[in-house]
């Protein structure tokens, strides 16, 4: 089954979950990354929001 998007829960914009579906569709959308970008950013740096940005930044500038 698929989930309900209309009832989705608010999302923590301070922290970057991966466990659900529409979370990480919103924060791949948000950065602008692939799922595996994405899973690899808070892999390196955790899920705070602030610090994946910065991470992507500076890959993106490499």
Same mark, same amino acid.
């Given at each position: 089954? /698929?989930?309900?998007?209309? &009832?989705?829960?608010? #999302?923590?914009?301070? !922290?970057? /979950?991966?466990? $659900?579906?529409?979370? #990480?569709?919103?924060? &791949?959308? $948000?950065?602008?990354?692939?799922? *595996? $970008? #994405? @899973? &690899?950013? %808070?892999?390196? %740096? ?5 610090? %994946? @940005?910065?991470? *992507? !930044?500076?890959? &993106? @500038?490499?």
């Amino acid at each position: 089954m /698929s989930e309900d998007f209309d &009832k989705r829960p608010d #999302l923590d914009l301070e !922290l970057i /979950s991966l466990n $659900t579906q529409y979370e #990480l569709q919103y924060w &791949k959308e $948000t950065l602008g990354c692939e799922e *595996l $970008t #994405l @899973r &690899k950013a %808070v892999a390196a %740096v955790g899920n705070a929001a602030e610090n %994946v @940005r910065a991470y *992507l !930044l500076d890959r &993106k @500038r490499d």
